[in-house]
């Protein structure tokens, strides 16, 4: 193979950057491609942590899951037209739920957005997602970082004050998670050794 045959031939975006039709129209794109501020962004490959850590937290919550919310692992959520990110777990309202070839949801129908940080996508899933996911009005967050010498997860549960429009850290779970809001959650973070 030469080089002139090894050519790629990269997008070149719009002068506003990309929009939310642009993701799901643009031909060829990779599995996960999200949309940040205008801009495409790729996921590279993901650590055995990751995949996981969102089986836990889906089999989790969709334990006690009552019948008018359902769980979601990396569907895209539309908050405005220059981002549609993809949270790792979403809960949704279970009316937002259309058909098997669903490819969105709104934001407005996200109760809760969770962000498992893998080492390409730090500072998105710490910093610009969660103040993006706050501002479009999602009431809860979690952030799932791996810790300890173990590699355990450690989640950071958030509720979005409505005074302020931004999440307030309300707890740090380290072998269990057991919370009372968006509904009743208890899952044992211990069991990630089981999967």
Excluded: C
């Excluded at 506003?16 to 949309?35: A, I, K, Q, R, W």
């Amino acid at each position: 193979m030469t080089a002139e045959s090894a050519e790629h031939h990269w997008p070149v975006p719009p002068p506003d950057g990309y929009t939310v039709d642009d993701l799901f129209t643009l031909p060829d794109l990779p599995p996960h491609t999200e949309l940040i501020d205008g801009s495409l962004v790729f996921v590279g490959p993901q650590r055995d942590f990751h995949s996981v850590v969102i089986d836990l937290l889906v089999n989790g919550l969709r334990s006690t899951v009552p019948p008018e919310l359902k769980v979601r692992r990396e569907m895209t959520v539309v908050i405005d037209k220059r981002n549609g990110p993809e949270p790792d777990v979403s809960v949704v309202r279970a009316e937002a739920v259309t058909g098997r070839r669903q490819t969105r949801y709104a934001a407005a129908d996200i109760l809760l957005a969770i962000e498992v940080v893998s080492p390409d996508s730090e500072a998105r899933d710490r910093d610009a997602k969660p103040h993006k996911y706050a501002a479009a009005g999602i009431p809860h967050f979690w952030l799932v970082e791996m810790a300890g010498q173990d590699d355990a997860p450690v989640v950071q549960v958030y509720e979005r004050g409505e005074a302020t429009g931004t999440y307030a850290l309300t707890g740090i779970y380290h072998d269990r998670v057991k919370v009372s809001v968006p509904y009743p959650i208890d899952i044992d973070l211990t069991a990630v050794d089981e999967l």
